[in-house]
Each structure stands twice: as structure tokens, then as C-alpha cells.
């Protein structure tokens, strides 16, 4: 190749300076290079890419050579990648040379090289040279300034430049080399050193064809690629290995690509990116919930792509959400600082399981609190729980699954967990004189309050308790004791009280510590006196003036008993006393009657006059059983009296005619009185007086309505007779009469002469 003389140049600028500005101009629109095509990248050095870095050629200089970095065009000396001699006096042996090499990386080639430069001569015997070097060792010449060709002048220099990045093919090199080398001439074998000869590289861009692929595998370790539920950000490490480096790994899951890990590649290296471990985060927040495949891809320098072999990841990053708690043994009041509380975890297909549950107890109506948790697979208890002290407090639970995912927010509803060791207050009240017959006990509870209790009377050396009933007044278990029934004498009382919780209390003292005793009966008791009043008209004899007169009266009595017709007003009469005789006035008595066969029942109220008397009238219908009863008040004993009342049954009695002939009839009726009747009629017996007692003839019921008729025939009469008839009324099941009989009526019956002896 001839190197023509250059052209003369301005004295104040270099013509190396003025190369490099040029090609620093044409150069400063590129970015870094990345790969042109897939399996192929492009190292670009010097000022072909905008650090200027030089560091993909491996330098070499013998003695008397040299090579210089200074990519940078601005800047003083000789700028770009220079391979020269060193200038000065004497000789540069033969064979001394300076050189950059760029090897291909291991498995590729080189397919072109964009390039530009300079090259400067003063001594012909050097060669200027860039060539490629084949996998064969044999050469492609790019550039080259032979040696001892086209020399020179003497004392002049020459120069050749190629400011413009020119391509070539290189088609399979795996070797790229800028060197200067000592010739020498045929008849010295050396090279002069006074002047400089070197060669320049501007900008070069070697493209490199790679078609081996990487290799990427994912590492053992981490919660995510172990398969474990997770959540949140996890991260995990891969392996990924390749020739030229490996550009970026993609981790994959669901058909998307989720997280990447970028190397950081430089294409101005030889081998652009890294090859090793690496470690990728994926934010699961982003992912489909569920079982999912995980794979890598790998993509190396120049765009060949590998994955790596699928692992299972489990993604899980919703809090489980509330559940109903409740309390085992339910939420009432207990005595045992003891709780469990109880939920079920619903099942949720392909999601991570419950792992723990959190809990916060607190008391009621203040920030009082504490908190714990429980673990353990599908944890849906907690046992053992206890509470810091007596008192009503709120449990709420949140649960965590296998992912970590929880949330305070999904706590439950709060359940009660209520606590009391300890038992009421109890002791009898002082017996109010007001109010004798009442007994009340203090109870009182701080904490779950007062439930129940129960009081007890024994007779004193009985050994024999009765409980009486009771009930809860505020603060106070009530009960009285019913000394109108009970024998008189002196009496022990106890009581016992039961809180919420279930804790016992007994005393058999009064608050002040006396014996609760009492000697009964407690009230005053009073006496009722009552009957059927009687009224009589009774004469008396008496003398006035010597005169015997008779004087007629009303002499009213009370019995006990009395037998009346039906349909008379019948009176009752009686009095209430106390104990001392002395009369009990303004008092309520209770009237109640019992007709036979019929349940007792009350029909009026009487109130007692001044004397303590009082009066009560009925009509006499039905026989009946009359009570006078006195309830007693709050410092006076009940009392109560009778009387008998009995009602003879009657009825009326017609005959039509009254005078017949023997062979006629005549026709008896009647109508019964005194109600109520038989649903089927009262049985009516016809009697005739005969031989001076009344002999039945006839038996008919009468109608419901009590109406009753019958026709009798007189057939054996003789002469003349004058015969009594009467209705008798005979006591049976469904009438509340006494026996009784009509008035009697008479029939004349004449008859043929009776027959003489």
C-alpha cells in the first residue's frame, strides 16, 4: 500500500488533532451500542461510544515501542489508541513492536469492524498494520502501511488518514490487531528513533456473532422458590452463566414477566456482561393469588435467549378476613380465671392456611389491654386464656396465615370473657315492727352482681329446714314467713346467696352478728265469728199496774246451721276481734260460697263496722257452704268463719178438677223451684195421704225447664172421698237442694154407695 505525502497543514493544529476532532464530530451523535441483531453484539471502543473506554484491547509494547490510551480527542499529545515508537536518539531493533489486540470472546467471531484512524511515518523501515486473525492463524488486512514502501523524503514524514468509520467484513475472525512494527531495511535490520511513527485508532466497532445460548437455573433457597406460601416482596437467587455475559434474567410467572434483573452491561468490554449468581425480587402484590409456575429467562450479550426449568411458587397476599368467635362454655359469669375462645376457619381452596391467630383482650369500657398469639396448623382455639382480674372484658381475634398476611381491621366481633372469685355480701336486715311477717337478707356483689339465694326456717331443736321462697328486691332477698300456718314457737333462719359466677354465700346472723332467731306467731292474731242469722218473735208476760200484759219481741240469734224453704232471703252475720277482744273495724272480709258438687268461689266483700261487725244476705236457690274469710293485715293474723246453708227443694202444685167421679181423670202440674236443674229434668214422686202417711203412686221427671205434668184415673172410689195430694222432691246428683215437698192439694172423687156388710 503507498502512503501518499500529506498535504500541507496549518502551523497552530496537529494534523492528528484535526483527525481526531473530525472523527470526534462524526461520533458524537452515537449512543453506547447494544446488540444489532439476536446472536450478535458490537464492542465499540474508544470514541465510538461516549466513556471513551479503550479497556476491550489488551495492550503490548517491547523496548524501544510504546502505546498510549487517550481516547479522549481533547486533550494534549497524540489522542485515541496509539501504537508508536519511542522517540529519541539511537536505534529501535528489528521486530520491536507496540500493539492493541481485541480477542472475540470464547465460541464467537467477529463478522465486521467499523473503523477510523491515522497513521504517521518518518522512517519507512516501521509497518503501520491492522488486521484480523482467522481461527486458522491466517490474516485479514484491514489497514497497512508496509514497510520500506513509498517512503518518504528525507526528513519529511507521511501521513494517511481515515476520518470516516469505514466498514469491513471479517468473516469468522476471532482476532482484531493494531500494531506498529520495526522492519528494518534488508542491509541495517533496525529502525531510527529520532521521529515518531505511530498508528491511530479514532473509533472502532467490532461486531461479534454468538450463537451459543446461556444457561440459567434457580438457586435452592428462600420461602418463594421452596414452594412455601409468601407474600409481600420475596426475593430468591439464580444462576446464570454464558460466553459474553448475561444481559438480563426475567423471572416469569402466569405467561407474564413479573421482576428482571438487569446486568448492568458494558459493550465497550470485551465480554459486556457478567456471568454468576444473581438474586431477583418479585413483588407478589402484583401476581395472580394461588399455585403458579415460576421459570427464568436468561438473556445473554448479543440476545440469545435460555430458560431455566419451572418451580412451584404459592402466592397468597389477602389478610384472612373476620370470623365469629365465641366462648367455650358460653359468655355468663364464672368463678374460674379460666377461658378458651372457639372459631372455625372456613375452607378457602388454594389459598395459604392459617398458621396463628392474634388476640386482644380488654376491659370493658376502658383502654385496659393486653394482646397475645396462638400458632399452630388451622389454629381455631385458644385455651388456657386468662384474664388480668375480676371484671367483664372484651376478647377479639384476628387470624395469620402461612403467607404472614394478617390485619388488626379483620378482628372479630368482641365476646365477652367475665371473671368473679369472689362470693356476695350476705347478712339478715332487722325485722321491721311495721312489718313482721317480712324477712330481708343484704346481698350485694361488686363484681357479676347477685343471681339468687334461698332462705331457710327450722323450729328450733327440729334438726328440719324448710325453704321458703323468695325474691330479689334490689339488694335485698325477700321472703315471709307464714305464721298463720306455722306451729307457734321459736325458730332459726338461714340464707344463702349466689352470685353470676356461681359463688356461694351463707350466714345464719343478722348484719350485726346476733343469731338471726324469731319466735312466732309474729303477727296479732284475731278472731272471726260467723253463722246464719235467725230472727224470732218471742212473747213475754209482764205486769203493769196490776195488769198482766203480753209483749211481743224479735229475738235475733246466729247458727251455725240453718234449714230455709227456697226462694227466701236468708241473712248472715258475723264479727272480727283481735286477741284482747277488742273489735277490729274498717276490715275486709271475703265472702265465698260452694254449692254441692261445684268448686269454691268468691262472690262478694264485706267491710266490718265500729264493733267490728258486719252482715251479708243472700236468696236461698241452692243449699251451699258460705266462708267469711279475713286476710290479715301486715301486723294481724288472718281468721275465718263459717256457715251451712241448706234449702229445701220445692215446687208448685195444681189438680184440675178438684172434684171428678169415680172412672174420671184429672191432671196434676207443677213447676220445680230452686236452680240449677239436671240437664234431664228433676225427678218428681206424687204422694197420697192414706192411713195417716203418704204413700207414692207416681214418678215422672220434669222437663229441663223444670215443668212437670201427669193425668191419674180414679177407678176404686165408692161413696164419697176427699183424698191429699203432695209433690215430693227427693235429693239427687245435680241439684243443690235439700229434700222437700209441694203443698198439698185435695181432690173430692165421688163414687157408687159402697156396699153395706
Request: charged content about 20%; some cysteine; hydrophobic content about 35%.
Amino acid at each position: 500500500m503507498k502512503i501518499a505525502h500529506p498535504r500541507s497543514r496549518p502551523r497552530t493544529m496537529a494534523p492528528s488533532l484535526v483527525i481526531a476532532l473530525l472523527a470526534l464530530a462524526l461520533s458524537t451523535s452515537a449512543t453506547a451500542p447494544g446488540p444489532a441483531l439476536a446472536g450478535q453484539f458490537t464492542i465499540a471502543t474508544c470514541q465510538a461510544n461516549g466513556s471513551y473506554s479503550s479497556g476491550a484491547f489488551q495492550d503490548f509494547a517491547t523496548r524501544g515501542m510504546k502505546w498510549r490510551r487517550a481516547c479522549n480527542p481533547l486533550g494534549p499529545g497524540l489522542r485515541g489508541l496509539v501504537t508508536a515508537n519511542v522517540p529519541g536518539e539511537g536505534h529501535v531493533a528489528q521486530g520491536s513492536q507496540s500493539a492493541f489486540v481485541l480477542e472475540a470472546p470464547p465460541a464467537t467471531t467477529f463478522s465486521s469492524l467499523s473503523w477510523s484512524g491515522y497513521a504517521h511515518r518518518r522512517d519507512c523501515r516501521y509497518a503501520l498494520q491492522l488486521y484480523a486473525v482467522r481461527p486458522d492463524g491466517s490474516t485479514d488486512t484491514i489497514r497497512n502501511v508496509r514497510a520500506n514502501q513509498g517512503c518518504p523524503k528525507p526528513k519529511s514524514a507521511q501521513g494517511q488518514s481515515w476520518p470516516r468509520p469505514t466498514g469491513y467484513e471479517l468473516g469468522g475472525a476471532t482476532k482484531i490487531v493494531q500494531r506498529v512494527v520495526c522492519v528494518g531495511a534488508p542491509q541495517t535490520g533496525y529502525c531510527s528513533a529520532k521521529g515518531q511513527n505511530y498508528l491511530q485508532t479514532f473509533t472502532a466497532e467490532a461486531t461479534v456473532i454468538d450463537e451459543v445460548p446461556p444457561s440459567v437455573s434457580v438457586l435452592p433457597g428462600g420461602p418463594l422458590v421452596a414452594g412455601e406460601w409468601v407474600s409481600g416482596t420475596q426475593g430468591f437467587g439464580y444462576e446464570a452463566s454464558d460466553n459474553a455475559g448475561v444481559k438480563t434474567v426475567q423471572a416469569w410467572v402466569a405467561g407474564a414477566s413479573r421482576a428482571e434483573d438487569a446486568q448492568g452491561c458494558d459493550y465497550t468490554q470485551r465480554i459486556p456482561c457478567p456471568s454468576g449468581p444473581g438474586q431477583i425480587d418479585v413483588e407478589t402484590a402484583h401476581l395472580p393469588e394461588g399455585t403458579q409456575q415460576l421459570h427464568l429467562t436468561a438473556t445473554d450479550a448479543a440476545g440469545n435467549q435460555a430458560e431455566s426449568s419451572p418451580v412451584t411458587v404459592r402466592i397468597d397476599y389477602t389478610p384472612p378476613g373476620a370470623v365469629p368467635v365465641s366462648v367455650e362454655g358460653g359468655e355468663a359469669w364464672r368463678n374460674r380465671d379460666s377461658f378458651a375462645l372457639l372459631w372455625q376457619n372456613p375452607p378457602e381452596e388454594d389459598r395459604a392456611p392459617i398458621v396463628a391467630a392474634h388476640w386482644r383482650l380488654c376491659r370493658v369500657g376502658t383502654q385496659e389491654c393486653q394482646a397475645g398469639t396462638a400458632t399452630g396448623p388451622s389454629v381455631s382455639r385458644f385455651g388456657g386464656l386468662t384474664v388480668p382480674g375480676p371484671g367483664e372484658w372484651e376478647a377479639q381475634v384476628w387470624r395469620q396465615d402461612a403467607a404472614g398476611n394478617t390485619q388488626p381491621q379483620n378482628a372479630s366481633v368482641p365476646v365477652r370473657l367475665r371473671f368473679d372469685p369472689e362470693p356476695p355480701e350476705i347478712g339478715f336486715v332487722p325485722i321491721s315492727p311495721q312489718d313482721p311477717t317480712r324477712v330481708a337478707v343484704h346481698v350485694a356483689d361488686k363484681v357479676s352482681g347477685v343471681m339468687g339465694g334461698e332462705v331457710e326456717l327450722s323450729r328450733v331443736g327440729s334438726g328440719v329446714w324448710q325453704p321458703l321462697p323468695t325474691t330479689l328486691e334490689g339488694e335485698e332477698l325477700v321472703t315471709r314467713i307464714d305464721d298463720a300456718v306455722l306451729p307457734a314457737g321459736e325458730y332459726q333462719l338461714r340464707a344463702t346467696a349466689t352470685d353470676r359466677a356461681g359463688n356461694e354465700a351463707a350466714t345464719e346472723s343478722r348484719i350485726d352478728g346476733t343469731p338471726m332467731k324469731m319466735t312466732l306467731p309474729l303477727r296479732v292474731p284475731t278472731s272471726l265469728t260467723a253463722g246464719v242469722l235467725d230472727r224470732r218473735v218471742q212473747k213475754k208476760v209482764v205486769r203493769r199496774n196490776g195488769h198482766r200484759r203480753v209483749v211481743r219481741h224479735q229475738v235475733s240469734h246466729v247458727a251455725p246451721e240453718a234449714t230455709v224453704a227456697v226462694g227466701h232471703k236468708v241473712g248472715f252475720s258475723g264479727r272480727l276481734i283481735d286477741k284482747a277482744g277488742n273489735p277490729v273495724a274498717g276490715a275486709t272480709v271475703t265472702v265465698y260460697q260452694q254449692v254441692p258438687e261445684e268448686a269454691e268461689v268468691q262472690v262478694a266483700t264485706v267491710t266490718t263496722g265500729a264493733e267490728g261487725g258486719f252482715d251479708y244476705e243472700v236468696t236461698a236457690d241452692s243449699s251451699r257452704r258460705v266462708r267469711f274469710a279475713y286476710a290479715g293485715t301486715a301486723t294481724t293474723l288472718p281468721s275465718e268463719g263459717s256457715a251451712e246453708l241448706l234449702v229445701r227443694a220445692a215446687s208448685t202444685l195444681k189438680v184440675r178438677p178438684q172434684h171428678v167421679l169415680n172412672g174420671g181423670s184429672v191432671t196434676f202440674s207443677g213447676r220445680v223451684e230452686g236452680r240449677p236443674l239436671p240437664p234431664s229434668g228433676k225427678l218428681v214422686e206424687l204422694e197420697v195421704h192414706l192411713s195417716h202417711e203418704w204413700s207414692t203412686f207416681r214418678t215422672i221427671r220434669s222437663d229441663p225447664n223444670g215443668e212437670w205434668s201427669i193425668e191419674y184415673p180414679f177407678k176404686r172410689t165408692c161413696g164419697v172421698e176427699e183424698y191429699g195430694f203432695r209433690a215430693e222432691l227427693p235429693g239427687e246428683a245435680g241439684f243443690p237442694l235439700e229434700p222437700g215437698h209441694s203443698p198439698t192439694v185435695t181432690v173430692t172423687v165421688r163414687g157408687r154407695p159402697c156396699p153395706t156388710a
